[in-house]
């Protein structure tokens, strides 16, 4: 079946957060569509930078093992007011230095510390997404996706959460920009199940993390299971505002920054549970006892649970999304594209540049190759499944700038451009790690926040690693 993409002129993206700013900005700035509809089921922009500090009192009953990517997140109350949990915790910080954290042309404030916090965060996107407010339905949850091969448009079902009322709307073509923060994945591990069972409310996913307060009343271990950016933040935090002991469970090298102290203890990979013990075992023949909290800090399932049709091929087992090119576009059916899902990449700034390739490409001005050159290029990419779509550097800044190439051959040189990848920014791309640890120590000895990676360096706390410089 063909698809004539110089007839899209109205498009529904999914999702008004950070990854639907930067697309819909992109959309807008081509200047070739009739209508742009953005629907966010929160009543305002920001998407999951949307904390409440409520989420300390959340006590969600989640699967254990959850592996099903086609169950639905639903809103939690607490004490009245309803709300969709964000995995934001009360003192998450960024990440990333603010300057690759922003759109183009759009800075942080001079005001905001070099890794801004996540209240300075939601204020940046808020204020960045102002301009397409006008475009958003707000409280407004897409129900269903499904492609009508008679009229070649999308319907698109929605549903207000105020009023419950739904609404069918037709589009030539659909952007998705939920994120993938979504729907917690805790993998199976003998004996888990029967532990969650037998010792109710003692696994937690680190979506429901919020303060290490949570945990001051625990005598026994705690476990924290992963070693990315969220387990090892977890595990200092823990351990540094606590002051006490904690375990966590690693699998492979963290790539992300964290906080280093002598009272997190890393031990080996799961392998199985013993509830009747509270003990839990690991792979290389060591155990842990007296266990009261486990937290996976195991990452999310890819889902798209209001995809209906034939598109709904391109999930599985939510580890991977299946025949997407170049990790955007749906090849079977190139009207359809997911923005935003690669990992270890800056969000923000790639759906900027996802966005303005996408938008090109369906104003006409940028033209796809043969479906099979597509499937290969799928194919063709290293890992399966949960890493499919790694990005680690500097692959992610590879395929942005190979991207950026593409939309700026383009015919005309009017719309929205995304930012280019030059010599400093991928010297501060590939020193990330350093530079963070550096800030922690930084904070934790001088009770500052450095502004600046200046204020880094002169203070004699950051030194880039040699393979950085390698990399230029």
């Not at 005598?219 to 990315?228: A, H, R, T, Y």
């Not at 383009?410 to 400093?424: I, K, L, M, N, T």
Request: charged share 25%; hydrophobic share 35%; glycine share 6%.
């Amino acid at each position: 079946m063909s698809f004539n993409l110089n007839k899209i002129k109205d498009i529904a993206v999914i999702g008004g957060g950070p990854c639907g700013a930067g697309l819909t900005k992109a959309l807008v700035g081509e200047r070739a569509f009739n209508r742009i509809q953005v629907f966010e089921r929160r009543p305002k922009t920001g998407g999951l930078w949307n904390y409440t500090p409520l989420k300390t009192c959340t006590n969600i009953k989640r699967a254990v093992p959850s592996i099903d990517p086609s169950v639905r997140i639903q809103k939690v109350e607490v004490k009245g007011e309803k709300f969709f949990e964000s995995p934001v915790y009360k003192y998450l910080d960024a990440n990333v230095p603010k300057d690759l954290m922003a759109y183009n042309g759009y800075p942080f404030p001079e005001d905001n510390p070099l890794f801004p916090t996540h209240h300075q965060i939601l204020k940046y996107i808020e204020n960045y997404s102002k301009d397409i407010e006008e475009l958003i339905s707000f409280n407004t949850e897409v129900v269903s996706v499904e492609h009508n091969k008679q009229t070649s448009k999308w319907e698109v079902i929605s549903k207000n959460l105020q009023t419950e009322v739904e609404t069918v709307d037709q589009f030539d073509a659909v952007a998705v920009a939920t994120g993938q923060y979504e729907h917690p994945l805790i993998p199976d591990a003998e004996g888990l199940a029967h532990w969650n069972e037998t010792l109710p409310g003692t696994i937690i996913h680190a979506k429901s993390y919020d303060d290490p307060q949570q945990f001051k009343d625990i005598k026994g271990e705690i476990l924290i299971v992963g070693n990315s950016a969220s387990g090892a933040d977890i595990a200092y935090q823990l351990s540094t505002k606590l002051q006490r002991t904690v375990y966590k469970s690693v699998r492979s090298e963290n790539l992300m920054p964290a906080g280093k102290d002598n009272r997190i203890i890393d031990v080996g990979d799961l392998l199985r549970f013993e509830p009747e013990t509270k003990t839990v075992y690991f792979k290389d023949g060591k155990s842990l006892s007296n266990v009261d909290k486990v937290i996976f800090a195991t990452g999310y399932l890819k889902t798209l649970p209001f995809l209906k049709g034939a598109e709904t091929d391109m999930i599985t087992d939510g580890q991977k999304l299946h025949h997407l090119y170049k990790h955007l576009i749906y090849y079977p059916n190139p009207t359809l594209a997911i923005v935003g899902i690669p990992r270890f990449v800056l969000p923000t700034r790639l759906s900027e540049t996802q966005g303005c390739w996408l938008s090109k490409l369906w104003s006409g001005r940028l033209t796809l190759p043969s479906e099979q050159v597509m499937k290969q290029y799928c194919e063709s990419l290293e890992g399966k499944e949960r890493n499919h779509h790694d990005l680690i550097f500097p692959r992610d800044v590879e395929y942005s700038n190979d991207l950026n190439h593409e939309a700026e051959s383009v015919r005309g040189d009017y719309g929205y451009f995304a930012v280019h990848w030059d010599e400093q920014q991928i010297k501060i791309r590939g020193g990330i790690k350093e530079i963070k640890e550096a800030y922690l120590k930084y904070h934790t000895e001088t009770g500052k926040r450095a502004m600046s990676l200046k204020e880094l360096e002169d203070s004699g706390y950051l030194a880039y690693p040699e393979q950085v410089e390698s990399k230029l």
